[in-house]
């Protein structure tokens, strides 16, 4: 076979490519996300999706949904909220990893963070050892993607009585700074399509825990947010 020649544009552009793929991994990377979540590809991220909810309720199959997400992930930006739940937590993990890497991609950073984490460093100054709660609100308002993963009643109820407080405080500082907060939820949220399911909304008890989460774990009936909810599943509901 005759040897291929590149060209010096074609080898230039290469090499663009490859510092362009190794300059998004660094970030990835730098927004802790786990390693073996760092490239997620859109046939993975399609299976994950709970498929009744998109065809029946969103009115598009998951083919079409994951190809969006994919081939358009600067579209993403517009929503204030990106909202995951269904599934098993490795499973919503999975989904907003793939969702956070996408963004990064768009040359942005980023943060992954347990909800548990996240909400533990409300607790108060004096349990505080590196920085103050205000400070940590101002971090976790700056970065362009925020992914907070598996909120639960729990991760809230251990802290201060004021952690709603400042956690409204930083979702509601990304919402005006547009940059956008992926949440994930241990319980399911409500949804259309099965509303009498217990639900996080079941149990939050308003402004209890801050009016946005309130807000956002109910927003298929409320909108008080834009959002936009993305539903995954399981193998069990695959198979059935």
């Given at each position: 076979?005759p040897?291929?020649?590149q060209?010096d ?7 663009r490519?490859?510092?362009l793929?190794?300059a998004i991994?660094k ?5 802790d ?11 993975v991220?399609?299976s994950?999706l709970?498929e009744?909810?998109?065809t ?9 949904f ?7 992930s600067d ?7 990106i ?6 937590s ?25 909800f548990?984490s ?35 009643l729990e ?27 992926i ?6 949220i409500?949804?259309?399509d099965?509303p009498?399911?217990?639900?996080s ?26 959002a ?13």
């Amino acid at each position: 076979m005759p040897e291929i020649i590149q060209t010096d544009e074609q080898r230039l552009k290469q090499r663009r490519l490859y510092q362009l793929a190794v300059a998004i991994i660094k970030r990835a990377k730098d927004a802790d996300i786990p390693e073996n979540m760092l490239r997620i590809d859109r046939k993975v991220f399609k299976s994950l999706l709970y498929e009744k909810y998109f065809t029946e309720i969103r009115k598009i199959s998951t083919e079409k949904f994951s190809n969006a997400i994919y081939d358009n992930s600067d579209k993403l930006f517009t929503y204030p909220f990106i909202l995951i739940d269904g599934g098993t937590s490795n499973e919503r993990k999975m989904a907003g990893c793939a969702l956070l890497f996408r963004m990064i991609a768009c040359g942005k950073n980023g943060k992954y963070e347990q909800f548990n984490s996240f909400a533990h460093k409300f607790q108060g100054s004096k349990n505080f050892e590196e920085q103050s709660r205000t400070a940590y609100v101002e971090e976790m308002s700056t970065y362009d993607v925020l992914f907070l993963s598996e909120f639960s009643l729990e991760n809230v109820k251990s802290t201060s009585p004021d952690a709603g407080c400042y956690i409204d405080e930083v979702l509601e500082k990304r919402k005006d700074k547009k940059r956008p907060t992926i949440i994930s939820f241990y319980k399911p949220i409500y949804s259309k399509d099965t509303p009498d399911v217990i639900t996080s909304t079941t149990t939050i008890v308003e402004n209890t825990y801050g009016q946005y989460l309130y807000a956002l774990s109910n927003h298929e009936k409320q909108q008080l947010h834009k959002a936009l909810r993305i539903k995954v599943t399981t193998k069990k509901e695959i198979k059935e």
